[in-house]
């Protein structure tokens, strides 16, 4: 069974400076990986995906990379800023379907602040 | 609308009664899937949905809950006989295809079961 980690589970920082949110996977057999982040109360919103075939995915201030065969993924923040508060969640897609497991897998979460 | 959208955004009911929660995916998305979060467990994969058709439901907590998707578009999520560990939000989300692109969720439904 697929489990995801994600470590640290809370970080605060100050306002400007770059930070790196970890997350690991037991099963390498995924389809894609999926950054989304999650305001209190609100849904969830994509960040980036990035395909298994994939390395890294940038959009804007955000980069992910991928190494399918550590296991590991990691989210960059650059120039943190107040309004990128918030949990940020790691999820996996299977490659196989079946055993109820054909959604993501998500980690628990990092909980962000941003103090200004 | 443009988003994935669920309704009601929020449900109280009493133990024992029935509840069901709607969600409408993004126009064009053939892929539907709902999700719990509840504090204890996390974001679980409840069921997902490809067109009409649920092919394993093994990921609903129990046969208390069902689900069906009609015309390839808006979904519901029924709970019967709620008990108090139903207590979570729903989330529902959608993508082009199943498993293999990027999905997008709606806001969710807060269910307090009393």
């Known amino acids: 069974k697929q489990e995801v980690t994600q470590i640290p589970a809370a970080l605060s920082v100050p306002e400007g400076e770059n930070l790196v949110l970890n997350c690991s996977f037991t099963?390498?057999?995924?389809?894609?990986l999926q950054w989304f982040r999650q305001d209190p109360g609100k849904g969830l919103t994509s960040l980036l995906l990035?395909?298994?075939?994939?390395r890294e995915q940038t959009s804007g201030r955000l980069n992910a990379s991928l190494d399918k065969s550590s296991g590991r993924s990691t989210l960059y923040i650059a120039a943190s800023q107040p309004g990128d508060s918030a949990t940020y969640l790691c999820?996996?897609?299977?490659?196989?379907?079946?055993?109820?497991?054909?959604?993501?897998?998500f980690g628990k979460g990092t909980h962000l602040i941003i103090q200004p | 609308g443009a988003g994935v959208s669920q309704s009601p955004s929020n449900k109280v009911t009493e133990k024992g009664k029935d509840v069901e929660l709607r969600c409408d995916p993004i126009?064009?998305?053939?892929?539907l899937y709902w999700y719990r979060q509840s504090l204890g467990q996390g974001l679980e994969f409840l069921i997902y949905?490809?067109?009409?058709?649920?092919?394993?439901k093994s990921g609903l907590p129990s046969d208390r809950f069902s689900a069906e998707r009609t015309g390839g578009s808006v979904s519901t999520l029924t709970i019967q006989r709620t008990q108090q560990e139903d207590s979570a939000v729903y989330l529902c989300?959608?993508?082009?295809?199943?498993?293999?692109?990027?999905?997008?969720f709606g806001p969710g439904t807060r269910l307090t079961v009393l």
């Open positions: 989300a959608s993508s082009l295809g199943v498993r293999i692109n990027e999905q997008f």
């Open positions: 949905f490809q067109g009409n058709s649920a092919p394993d």
């Open positions: 990035i395909q298994s075939s994939q």
């Open positions: 099963d390498s057999a995924i389809y894609n």
């Open positions: 999820a996996v897609g299977p490659l196989y379907s079946g055993g109820g497991a054909d959604g993501l897998t």
């Open positions: 126009s064009g998305h053939t892929a």
